[in-house]
C-alpha cells in the first residue's frame, strides 16, 4: 500500500469536487475567501473528502485562484481531508510544492493540433514538463501527488474525434515520467459510454495497481451514463462540480463539469458507498447561488429530492 | 416475423417521442391543433416514426387531448409512421379503436398500493381490463397492437422501493393476457442503472421474441445514464420527449421523460443507428417553445450542438 492508495482506495469509488478549480475557470463572478471556505467545510461535513481547489496561474488572468493558498490551507486543517490544485509551468509548480497542497495537477493535450493550439507547445514538450514536476515533486519536502489530466481525451474541439490508441500511449507515458493518477478528460463532452467504457478499459489495464481519474463534462447530457460506464470499466475516481458549475470554453452555453451530487445518487445506486449525506450536500449549492447568482446550476437531485424510503446516507 | 416486428424491428432501436401524450399530461398552457401537427411533421422530417399522441381520457379533465383525433389521422397519413395512445377504461378502448389509432396503450401499477390510490382498483383488476382491451382488439378490423406500462416498475411514490420480482411476475402476466409489448416504466425517476440493466434483463428473458420498452423519466438526473443500461441488457424500444418536456405529479419540480435528443445522440454513439437528423430534430423545440413559453426544455444536445466532425445524420 503506497500513498496515493490512502488517498484513493483502489477497493472504493473517490469522488472529487472540482468546483473550485474546473466550475470557477469561466466564471464571471467568483466567491469570496470567505465563501470558498464555507463551501469547503460545509462539503465537507457532507462527507466530500477530495477537493480540487484552485490553480496557480498567474493572479491577474485569473483573479478567481488569487486566494488559492488559503483554500489550500483550509483543506490542510480538516482531518482527512486532500487538496489538488492544478500548475501548469515551473513558476506554478514552485509555487504548488510552497503551498503544500497534497496533489498537483498538471494537462497534457490528446492530439497535438490542441497541444500546439492551446498550449504553444507539442505533446512531448509538455509530457516533458510533467516528467519535471515529478522531479521536483521527488526532490521536495512533503512530495505531493501529481495527477496528469489527458485533455480532449474523448474527442477533440480542434480534429473532433480522437485515436484511443493515442490516448493510451499519453497514458503509458505519463505514469512512466513518474504521475501517481491519469485523469482522461473528455473537456468538452463529446464521448459517450460506449466510447468511455472502453477507453478507460485500456487505461486502467495500463495503470496497474495505480488509480485512474474519470474527469467528464455533462455537455450533450452523457456525463452520468459515461461515469456510469467509467465505473463499470474499473476507474474509482471520477470528478465532478455542486451544481455542474462551469462552462466550457469551446461549447459556448453548454453546462460544465458533470454533477457532483448527481454522481454521488449514481454510485451510491450501483452500490458504491460515498459517505456522502446528499441532502447536506444539495443544501451547499445555497451557497454557489448567492455568491454567483448569474451562474446557471444544473443538476436533478438538487431538483427532486432523494426518492422515497431513501435512507439518509451516514457523513 | 408478426406486424409488432414490423413497427418494432428487433435488430435496430426503435425511439418514440412522447412528448404529445406524457410531455402534454401536466402541462397549463398547450399546443394548437396546427401546432401539434407541425410538431409530428417536422419530427417525421427530421426522421422519428414512433409517436405517443395523446390520450382518450375525458376532455373535461384533460383538455389538452381533445384533439387526439386530429394527431392520429395526421400519423397515419405518414408513410412508416406509428401512432400511440393511452386508454384506460373501455369509453376510452372503443374511442380509440374508433380513431384507427396504430397501437393502444394501457396501465398497470408496480404496487398494489399504487394501484389502489391511484386507479382506485387492483392490479389483478387493471390486469383484466388489459386482457378485456386485447379481447377487444381481436374482435377489431384493424387491431392495433397492445402495450401495456408497468408504471412505478422502478421506484413506487407510495411505497418506495419496488420488489422486481414483482414486476416480472406481472410482465409474465401481461404477455400471457396478449400485449404486444409491456414498457417498464421509472415513473417517478427513482432508479439508476444498475437496477434498470437487472429489470430489463429480467423482463426481455420474459418476452422472448417480443419487444420491450423501458419508459424513463431524468427526474434524478439518471435518465440517459439508464436508457444506455437498458440497451446494455437487450431493451430495444425507448421513450422519450423532445426537450424533455413534462413533469411529474409526484415530485413538483421534477423534469419529466428523458430528453428525445439526447437519447438519440446516446444510441448513435452506442452503435445504434436511429435515422433521425438530429439538427433537424432540435429545431423541432422552437415550436414548444412558442406554444408553451412558461414550460422549461432541457437537453445537451439543443445548447451545445452536435461535436465537431460528427456527419450529419440522414433523415
Known amino acids: 500500500m503506497t500513498r496515493v492508495h490512502d488517498i484513493y482506495p483502489s477497493d472504493k469509488v473517490s469522488l472529487r469536487e472540482v468546483g473550485l478549480r474546473d466550475g470557477l475557470q469561466l466564471v464571471k463572478t467568483f466567491p469570496s475567501t470567505a465563501a470558498k471556505e464555507r463551501w469547503v467545510r460545509d462539503e465537507y461535513a457532507a462527507g466530500v473528502r477530495h477537493f480540487e481547489v484552485g490553480s496557480f496561474l498567474p493572479a491577474k488572468t485569473f483573479p478567481q485562484f488569487v486566494d488559492v493558498r488559503d483554500v489550500v490551507a ?5 482531518p482527512g481531508a486532500h487538496g489538488v490544485a492544478l500548475a501548469l509551468n515551473e513558476r506554478g509548480v514552485n509555487e504548488a510544492l510552497a503551498s503544500g497542497v497534497a496533489e498537483i495537477a498538471s494537462v497534457v493535450s ?19 514538463n510533467i516528467k519535471r514536476l515529478c522531479e521536483l515533486r521527488d526532490a521536495s519536502a512533503h512530495k505531493p501527488l501529481v495527477n496528469a489530466a489527458i485533455s480532449m481525451g474523448l474527442g ?13 500511449r499519453l497514458t503509458e507515458k505519463l505514469y512512466e515520467v513518474g504521475v501517481d493518477m491519469v485523469a482522461i478528460a473528455d473537456t468538452v463532452g463529446y464521448a459517450g459510454p460506449k466510447q468511455v467504457g472502453e477507453l478507460t478499459r485500456g487505461a486502467v489495464k495500463i495503470a496497474g495497481s495505480k ?4 474527469h467528464l463534462h455533462d455537455t450533450r447530457g452523457m456525463g452520468i451514463a459515461n461515469a456510469s460506464a467509467a465505473l463499470d470499466e474499473g476507474a474509482r475516481v471520477l470528478d465532478g462540480s455542486l451544481g455542474g458549475l462551469g462552462g466550457c470554453p469551446f461549447a459556448p452555453g453548454a453546462t460544465g463539469n458533470v454533477v457532483f451530487e448527481d454522481l454521488v445518487f449514481l454510485c451510491e445506486s450501483k452500490g458504491f458507498p460515498t ?33 422515497r424510503g431513501t435512507k439518509a446516507r451516514a457523513a
Not at 490528446?110 to 516533458?128: C, F, K, M, P, V
Not at 488509480?211 to 474519470?214: R, S, T
Not at 444544473?298 to 429530492?305: C, D, F, M, N
Open 74 to 78: 483550509t483543506i490542510a486543517a480538516l
Open 211 to 214: 488509480p485512474v481519474c474519470v
Open 156 to 168: 477533440c474541439s480542434i480534429v473532433g474525434a480522437v485515436d484511443p490508441k493515442e490516448v493510451l
Open 110 to 128: 490528446a492530439t497535438e493540433e490542441h497541444s500546439q493550439a492551446n498550449a504553444n507547445r507539442s505533446r512531448e514538450s509538455a509530457i516533458e
Open 275 to 307: 459517505g456522502i449525506d446528499l441532502d447536506r450536500l444539495v443544501a451547499v449549492r445555497a451557497i454557489l447561488k448567492s455568491e454567483m447568482p448569474n451562474e446557471a446550476l444544473y443538476g436533478g437531485l438538487a431538483r427532486a429530492g432523494l426518492p
